[in-house]
């Protein structure tokens, strides 16, 4: 079946580095874009950034723009977000997901990596 | 950017009534690139609705989703048991992708 796993959540002190790794299975990875959106304890959902199926095109919210990276390797239907000079405020649920064909709903959600940025 | 409010932050209603939940946009959401995502405690979101009003795969037609412009909402015509939970809208029309603040239907 469809499915996400998300990898590479942990504890880190702030100003540290961590990066997430998701494997798809199920679909055809490299005909699509993909998403991570995250979730911080207790609040709503927030949009992290973007990759166009071939990798070519990215795209980030402010939040995280200049800190963040994602990225992917299609050869190994995986998904990457490299997260750098990370912030307490950047601790949260990060969700790995699918976007819908040629739309940027969401219709596949991994279940979740848990980033605590604490000291 | 453009920010979501949905309202109300919590409706309390009865198994077997119709639920309607409001979005509202800061400014036009362009080809009404709008969607409803449901999501239950310790789950991951689940898309309901597409571009306004497109159920998605395996969404029963007791959920409906109308509007355009700036003004979006979902209607659940007869609640089940499973509905109770928190929706979320989000608007994909326009960088960077947004997302409202969501409203929890509880059981009344």
């Known amino acids: 079946q469809v499915q996400l796993v998300e990898s590479g959540g942990g504890v880190v002190q702030p100003g540290g580095s961590l990066r997430l790794s998701c494997v798809a299975s199920?679909?055809?990875?490299?005909?699509?874009?993909m998403h991570w959106v995250r979730q911080a304890p207790g609040k709503g959902l927030e949009w992290v950034a973007y990759?166009?199926?071939?990798?070519?095109?990215?795209d980030y919210a402010d939040s995280v723009k200049g800190r963040f990276t994602i990225s992917r390797d299609n050869s190994k239907n995986t998904l990457y977000l490299q997260m750098n000079s990370l912030r307490t405020d950047d601790t949260a649920l990060y969700y790995c997901?699918?976007?819908?064909?040629?739309?940027?709903?969401?219709?596949?959600w991994g279940q979740g990596t848990l980033v605590t940025v604490s000291s | 950017e453009i920010v979501l409010t949905q309202s109300p932050g919590t409706l309390s209603l009865s198994p077997g009534e119709r639920a309607t939940l409001s979005c509202r946009a800061s400014q036009s959401i362009s080809n009404s690139y709008l969607a409803w995502y449901l999501q239950k405690p310790g789950q991951a979101p689940r898309l309901l609705i597409y571009d306004a009003s497109s159920r998605a795969t395996g969404i029963p037609d007791r959920f409906s989703g109308s509007g355009s412009g700036t003004d979006f909402s979902l209607t659940i015509s007869r609640l089940e048991p499973g509905d109770f939970a928190v929706y979320y809208c989000?608007?994909?029309?326009?960088?960077?992708?947004?997302f409202g603040q969501g409203t929890r239907l509880a059981i009344k």
């Open positions: 990759i166009r199926y071939d990798g070519g095109k990215k």
């Open positions: 997901s699918k976007k819908v064909g040629i739309i940027d709903a969401i219709d596949i």
């Open positions: 989000q608007q994909y029309g326009s960088s960077p992708i947004t």
């Open positions: 199920g679909f055809t990875f490299s005909n699509y874009g």
